[in-house]
């Protein structure tokens, strides 16, 4: 393989016209560029310099080695440009994925915090629950994944996780419902209720499930739906009630109330990167966006005063 070294000296030598001015040029001495030559002529197996009486003049081979020279020269400070803009935050891509609720939360704040501070990197989000985004990590698909995590779920090895905050979930309730009237509930007053639950593919399915589970009923199931807003219309058209994390419920439908259990499960909302892997500038940037948002994030506070 050339040396790309030996040929920056070529190239060198060619626009000089001689040894001596060459290396003048590049701050080596006449015997090193020489000895430049002479290993890249061993390198090519052809000879690339003539030498004259009033300096050198490439031949045909050294005229094309040259010219390959200028491209490669070319893309290798290109390649150096393009590095040192990504490690400054002067371009590049981050590619994230999050939940649903954190999609309508807390990526749009730190995703305007990130453009404003780094306008030159190009971000691109996916919405996937926990298991499907790590899969996406795994794959190279994205950069950066917001998930969270429950004790009944499973918890996804190889991955580099960083606590962002705890998300609550609370009951919510068609607004004419008798229980409507109270301000704290436990589970277990929902035991006889028809109700609105995610679908299986959702972790939220499964935090519901096993949380209902310990306060000792299974939940009568009437509808099934992973769309917050779709579920929240169901509540409020008075079919069923449903437990929902507070992430979801900065927003709530006017025909149903959302009340705080007194046994209510809570999720980790986590920032995930591959572990060991290559971790990119922006990548480091978005990390500490997110923790700032996160940590300044304000979901609905429900009071807990007695019935």
Request: charged residues 25%; proline residues 4%; hydrophobic residues 45%.
């Amino acid at each position: 393989m050339l040396d790309v070294r030996r040929m920056k000296v070529l190239r060198e030598v060619a626009a000089r016209g001689s040894f001596s001015a060459a290396a003048e040029a590049l701050n080596f001495t006449q015997s090193a560029v020489s000895q430049h030559i002479a290993a890249l002529e061993r390198e090519t197996g052809t000879q690339l310099v003539e030498r004259l009486s009033r300096g050198v003049r490439l031949t045909e081979a050294g005229a094309v080695l040259v010219e390959h020279a200028d491209a490669i020269i070319a893309r290798l400070e290109s390649a150096e440009d393009d590095l040192a803009a990504i490690a400054g935050l002067r371009g590049g891509s981050l590619r994230l994925v999050c939940f649903q609720s954190a999609g309508a939360t807390v990526i749009p704040r730190a995703v305007a915090t990130f453009h404003e501070r780094h306008p030159e990197v190009e971000l691109g989000m996916r919405e996937a629950e926990p298991e499907e985004a790590a899969r996406m990590l795994k794959a190279g698909e994205v950069d950066l994944a917001l998930l969270y995590h429950h004790p009944a779920m499973t918890l996804i090895p190889d991955l580099e996780l960083t606590h962002l905050m705890d998300d609550c979930y609370d009951a919510l309730l068609p607004a004419g419902h008798p229980l409507a009237k109270r301000r704290r509930l436990a589970l277990r007053d929902l035991a006889e209720e028809s109700w609105i639950v995610s679908t299986r593919n959702n972790g939220c399915r499964t935090i519901t499930s096993v949380t209902c589970r310990e306060a000792g009923f299974e939940p009568r199931v009437a509808f099934e739906a992973d769309d917050t807003l779709a579920s929240q219309a169901l509540v409020a058209g008075n079919v069923g009630v449903t437990m929902m994390p507070r992430m979801a419920l900065t927003a709530v439908h006017p025909g149903a109330v959302a009340r705080a259990l007194s046994d209510a499960p809570r999720r980790r909302v986590l920032a995930a990167r591959m572990e060991g892997a290559y971790h990119s500038p922006a990548s480091d940037a978005m990390l500490a966006i997110l923790q700032e948002t996160a940590a300044g994030f304000t979901g609905p506070r429900l009071e807990l005063a007695a019935s």
